[in-house]
């Protein structure tokens, strides 16, 4: 069975707006920008510092 969590509903409707405004970023190419790449290794040494 799937591990769950529980947030507040206000919560979980930004994260979907979030994730939804990264999927139109990345459709309209910010994935090719330079700092795209640099952006994901911070995200990377924030989870290695948790």
Not at 29 to 38: A, F, S, T
Request: charged content about 35%.
């Amino acid at each position: 069975m799937e591990e769950t969590v529980t947030i507040a509903k206000s919560d979980y409707e930004r994260l979907v707006k979030d994730s939804e405004f990264l999927g139109a970023l990345e459709a309209a190419g910010v994935d090719n920008w330079v700092g795209y790449g640099y952006a994901w290794e911070l995200m990377d040494e924030e989870e290695d510092a948790e």
